[in-house]
């Protein structure tokens, strides 16, 4: 009967239009399907690298028991085959990786992203990071991981047929958030990572697809490697009263402290800093040499303490365990790091920053009796990576889900606070954004004048150039 029939077509219309919803739209599903199978991807590759990480770490330590005297000779030949080997088409692969991962976000230009994140220099990050390793560098993997994973997302996207340019910046973000999130096991750290950091902004539009795709790949995570914290699970709180002094000397003594690393790294434009860097542009490979020497001779004095991430001894401090470094190892650190970087060898900070942090903390412990010493190295990493890297809420995240603390969440987030205020006095502008500036710059003075690109001064081990002029960051290039 007709009327049988109205109310299957009245139905029809509301059918078409609920699998009419943007939610069942092919294109977005070709979009999620392609940035799930992308964090998988970037999850395995974390996974892998960490053990090739610890693996490339535990040889250099026994080739070390022969003889403390091996990366004398050891560690200036390889810092310097590996400035040659990456003065050419692999330069995009030197430094932490995350200045690189930045400034393609902000760059639509093909060719720009392309030279930053081919697989060719995802994969070369990879393994001359492992080499690097190998011959005791001062340096972590997280940055690479994270250049790696947005390297690897960006060629998946290609892939997937996503040619517009912004689809591909939310990719490559993608990518970085689940690079960071599956080095430390941290999921909550990769989201937050990714907006403080990376993208320096919050896109709505797109916090769904990022946390699902981070949550992906820490399922994998999560599933190879098991449920655990990075240093082990911290139980420590920090009561009020004369403790909380240490939140104060913590902030203002481990700000200041990873303010002054990031100026020495970033170098100046004047005084002996700027001579530094002329001096490595001139001759890159004996430089890389001698900061390899410089490195072993630091670790001589330091009885082998300062080579690798470091995260033996961060989490030694922070577990309170019976054999530590010494109360010299967070300066140690702090100038091997130095050295490292300036070598201009692939290779990030984020390690070795908790490492120091974690010394730093554990001579601020001895000036706070009354106060658990625990606490006080948990805040004095937390506040120095925040230091470095001018990210108070990623540091606060990252220290929480590394120890699987929740009772310091105040404490942590105050002192990563004061860090970086303390931090700004050497380093206004954190330390990625910096350097993602300088290749934005040198980008943009390339594009004005391409037919002078050849004149445009020199450049920096990174690729950003080696005195730059200060610019007011446009749109793309906001923090």
């Known amino acids: 009967m007709p009327e049988s029939a109205d109310p299957s077509k009245a139905a029809n219309p509301r059918l078409r239009a609920v699998l009419g919803h943007e939610f069942f739209a092919p294109y977005q599903w070709k979009r999620r399907i392609a940035l799930w199978s992308g964090a998988i991807l970037v999850a395995l590759a974390a996974i892998l690298f960490a053990k090739a990480s610890d693996w490339a770490y535990a040889l250099f330590q026994k080739i070390l028991a022969h003889g403390i005297w091996i990366p004398l000779l050891l560690t200036p030949v390889v810092f310097a085959l590996l400035s040659w080997v990456t003065d050419g088409k692999l330069r995009a692969s030197r430094g932490s990786g995350i200045p690189q991962v930045i400034a393609t976000i902000h760059i639509d230009d093909e060719g720009f992203r392309s030279r930053m994140l081919a697989l060719p220099i995802a994969a070369s990050k990879m393994v001359l990071t492992l080499l690097a390793l190998m011959a005791g560098a001062s340096i972590g993997r997280e940055g690479p991981t994270v250049h790696v994973g947005a390297g690897l997302m960006y060629w998946l996207g290609r892939r997937f047929g996503f040619d517009d340019s912004k689809a591909l910046s939310r990719f490559i973000l993608a990518g970085g958030a689940a690079g960071i999130a599956a080095a430390f096991n941290t999921p909550l750290a990769g989201v937050v990572f990714a907006i403080e950091e990376l993208a320096g902004t919050f896109e709505h539009r797109f916090s769904g697809l990022l946390l699902t795709s981070v949550f992906v790949g820490g399922v994998v995570s999560l599933g190879i490697v098991g449920n655990y914290a990075y240093f082990g699970t911290v139980q420590a709180s920090l009561p009020l009263g004369h403790a909380w002094l240490a939140v104060l000397e913590c902030g203002i003594g481990c700000g200041l402290a990873g303010g002054l690393f990031a100026r020495l790294i970033l170098l100046s434009r004047s005084g002996p800093l700027a001579a530094i860097g002329r001096l490595r542009e001139r001759h890159p490979v004996w430089f890389a040499g001698a900061c390899g020497l410089a490195l072993a001779l630091i670790g001589v004095l330091s009885h082998d303490a300062v ?128 350097f993602a500036e300088r290749m934005i710059q040198d980008y943009e003075r390339q594009q004005v004048k391409p037919a002078q690109a050849e004149d445009i001064g020199p450049t920096s081990t990174y690729g950003e150039p080696a005195a730059p002029v200060p610019i007011t960051p446009t749109d793309e290039s906001k923090p």
């Open 307 to 434: 080579y690798g991430t470091g995260y033996a001894q961060a989490r030694a401090f922070v577990q309170e365990a019976s054999t530590t470094p010494g109360h010299s190892f967070g300066f140690a650190k702090l100038l091997a790091n130095v050295v490292s970087y300036w070598a201009g060898i692939p290779g990030g900070i984020f390690s070795p920053a908790l490492a120091v942090g974690a010394g730093l903390g554990h001579n601020i412990a001895l000036l706070l009796p009354h106060a658990p010493e625990a606490a006080v190295v948990l805040l004095g990493m937390s506040a120095y990576l925040s230091g470095v890297t001018g990210a108070p809420l990623t540091s606060a995240v990252i220290a929480m889900e590394l120890t699987n603390n929740q009772e310091m969440v105040i404490p942590i987030m105050a002192a990563c606070l004061l860090a970086r205020a303390a931090a700004s006095i050497f380093c206004p502008t954190p330390v990625y954004r910096d």
